[in-house]
Each structure stands twice: as structure tokens, then as C-alpha cells.
């Protein structure tokens, strides 16, 4: 489902809405809310509405369980971190307890040993749900999401849950969830705004069926909903 919106303000807070409202059911059903946050700048606007005054009082933070869709193998303090990002604009901004925050990178461990140990702590925290109750994702120009880039073999992945691995062009380690797992959750939400989304986001949701070339076109919830919140200029109707 595709739902357009004149700008960022309004994506920001639709999608802000959409947090509370999943967190407040999750926590009256299941007495904990389950979610993955997103990186890069595109979320930015969404957390710091949450952290606000009108919007924080309204969700049990004690109860809320946070990790990432992906994350850059850089320390936790470089400007390149998903979860420098989300502590500044967020998480040290509302009352969560440390040990319900699953930062996605450990000093004095390769990537691939912390993946193994990412998805333990994410079975742990799931318990035999197995799902998360949300998932916030953005896309890239190139029509991937979280660190599923086009033509890697991380895309053909059907058993990890958490995947790491080099990415040649970037040079550098990237730690994703893998499709399988993002396809379990209860909710995915994708935003996407601006004209460089025009393309990709018309291949994605309407073009021939390719996730080598796009992958996000591998998300397909086998159970939940899949939501995309963009702007008239990514929609394509500006």
C-alpha cells in the first residue's frame, strides 16, 4: 500500500503516528513493543518528533526493544553509524533502559562472529513470535533497502536472519537483517521522498519483477502489512 503526502512534515508525522499507535497495541497485547529503526538522514525528522514532548509521554519506553535493519561496521561514535544517528535524534532523548538498545556493531569482533551474536539476541528478545511488530526501512536511489544492494549474494540469503559481508563499491563491511526476517514482521514501513526516489520507486512497486536489480522488491510480508510513505515528487505526481 502506497500512501502520498504533499512533504517530509507530513510523512514525519504520519509515520511518528504509525510508531505509537504499534507500540501502544504491542505493549496492551504482549506487554513489549519490538522495533527495528532505519538509518541514514531520511528518519531523522521521525525521531526527533518522537522524542518530543507531544509525542514521547505517550509510549512505556521500559517496555520497548529497539535494533536496526542495518548498520555500517564503524565504531558507535562515527558520524557513519546508524545508532549515533538514532541516539542524538531519539533514543537519548526519551526514558528506554541501555539494556533494551541492540546497537548493531561491537568493538574487538568481526562482523561476521557479531551477526551470529545480533540474531541470538534477537531470538531472544522475539521469543517464539518470531517476528517484530515493526520495521522502519528507507530505499535508496538504486531501490535498496537496509544493506540488501543490488546484485550481492546477501539477497539470495533464505536461512541468517542477520547477514554480514564486504561491499565492494562502498569499501567497507555492512550488517543487515535479511529479507526472510523483515518479511516476518507485523508491520513494515518504507519511506521514501524526493526525485532522486522517482525511479526506483516506480520499478520497485509497479515494474517487472527483479530484486537483483532492485531489492526491495524482496520485501513481501508473508503475514503483516507493507506501508510506503511518500511525497508527491517520489510518487511521481508533483
Not at 41 to 46: E, F, H, K, L
Not at 107 to 132: C, H, N, Q, W
Request: charged share 25%.
Amino acid at each position: 500500500m502506497i500512501q502520498i503526502y504533499n512533504n517530509t512534515e507530513e510523512i514525519n508525522t504520519a509515520a511518528a503516528d504509525l510508531f505509537v499507535a504499534a507500540a501502544q497495541q504491542a505493549i496492551a497485547e504482549r506487554d513489549k513493543f519490538t522495533v527495528v529503526l532505519t538509518g541514514g538522514s531520511s528518519p531523522a525528522g521521525i525521531y526527533k518528533l518522537l522524542a518530543s514532548d507531544d509525542y514521547k509521554s505517550k509510549i512505556d519506553w521500559a517496555k520497548v526493544f529497539i535494533f536496526w535493519g542495518d548498520e555500517r561496521w564503524v565504531p558507535l561514535n562515527d558520524d557513519l553509524s546508524n545508532a549515533k544517528m538514532s541516539y542524538a535524534t531519539l533514543l537519548s532523548h526519551v526514558p528506554i533502559p541501555k539494556s533494551n538498545i541492540f546497537e548493531m556493531y561491537k568493538d574487538g569482533v568481526t562482523p561476521e562472529d557479531y551477526a551470529v551474536a545480533y540474531e541470538a539476541s534477537i531470538r531472544k528478545v522475539l521469543g517464539d513470535e518470531e517476528k517484530f511488530d515493526l520495521i522502519l526501512l528507507g530505499m535508496g536511489d538504486d531501490g535498496h533497502t537496509a544493506s540488501l544492494f543490488p546484485g550481492e549474494a546477501v539477497l539470495e540469503e533464505q536461512n541468517k536472519w542477520v547477514s554480514a559481508y564486504y561491499l565492494e563499491p562502498q569499501k567497507m563491511h555492512r550488517i543487515t537483517l535479511t529479507a526472510p526476517l523483515i518479511n516476518k514482521a507485523h508491520k513494515i514501513v518504507v519511506v521514501a521522498f524526493g526525485e532522486k526516489k522517482i525511479h526506483a520507486l516506480k520499478e520497485v512497486t509497479t515494474g517487472t519483477y527483479n530484486p537483483t536489480l532492485y531489492p526491495m522488491q524482496l520485501i513481501k510480508p508473508v503475514s503483516g502489512e507493507l506501508l510506503f510513505l511518500v511525497d508527491k515528487i517520489a510518487a511521481g505526481t508533483n
